[in-house]
């Protein structure tokens, strides 16, 4: 009788693993749906090679992949140029189709994902950094899920701002890279229409804000749960700390 009684609570306890929510392979990508800098007529665009750069790394990790824009839909997209791996995807009908369909934050439910990553190139200025909604995603996927906030290049504006639950700034007390001031023309038009300095910005609300002097050599910075990039060359690297930060959790 004891026996048959033992028996039946290890396949009871075997039936609740069955049941039991796999961890989640999801990450989600944020994108800007800005066509212009600002009130500008000057086009502005997501950064192709970010994005691309960053999504082969996740996807051959095993990882799915979302995206979720300010407005949902089809995104504007740039700096497109000749190289086998942007080619392979720029013709990739499913990927694309992505690319066209983002989802909407209301769409979004963020305890699905392990991380978040803005890879959005200038476009990331506006219409993401003070987004309501999406700083609620992200802080419910660093926060309820111990997952990862991470960014690439302009794509540090989208989390500049963010604050966590007990009122503090995300970057507070942490190293924080982006694209930094002294790569930017700050005479041009397209500079002025910025709503802030990333730079400074991370700086106002705590972060300790450093950056690569060369430029475009893969310069990144990985501060517990949080990861930034400089500029593309980093977007890779990027994607993989993100996926070794998920792993050692």
Known sequence: M?????????????????DKEPQSD?????VSNAHYYGNSDIH????????????DVFQKAGYRIDFVSPKGGAIPLGYIYSDTLLMRYLYDKEFMT???TTRKPDD??????QAIFYAVGAAAMFEVPNHKSLQEIAVTIYENNSGIISAVCHGTAGI?????SDGSFLVSGKRINGFPDAFENKEAEYFQQFPFSIEDQVKANGGVFSYSEEGWDSYLEVDGRVITGQDPTSSALVAEAVIKAIENK
């Open 26 to 30: 999801k990450i989600l990508f944020v």
């Open 160 to 164: 500049a701002n963010i604050k966590k």
């Open 2 to 18: 004891r026996a048959a009684i033992f028996i039946l609570l290890i396949t009871l306890s075997t039936f609740g693993n069955i």
């Open 44 to 55: 502005t665009a997501n950064h192709f090679p970010e994005i691309v750069f960053a999504y």
């Open 108 to 113: 979004i439910d963020p305890e699905q994902y």
């Open 98 to 100: 992505q690319l066209k």
